[in-house]
């Protein structure tokens, strides 16, 4: 449940670099979430997909809607069985 020490518990397991008073909400879908920094004070809404294949940081304070989508995965222009990953930043109390 949502804010019960379970939760939290849960939730720095799957994200260990994830900052106090952070929130996440569920369902969400992570890909690699070792790869993901966040913030202290960060809220991330339900329903977000986090494809962290080159890295995503989320700073201070930042807040995430629903439904957002954190990709930055592309590929090759040359060559299509080659897939490119950048890291996403987003800034300190950022409102997505």
Known sequence: MPGTPEYDGLMHRIFP?????????TPLTAVRPHMVKIGRNVVVMPGCLMMSAGGI????GAMIAANVQLIYN?????ERQIITCKPVHIGKSAWI
């Open 57 to 60: 940081t989320i700073d201070d």
């Open 17 to 25: 670099a994830m900052g106090e008073g952070s929130r996440i909400g």
């Open 74 to 78: 592309n590929y090759d222009l040359y």
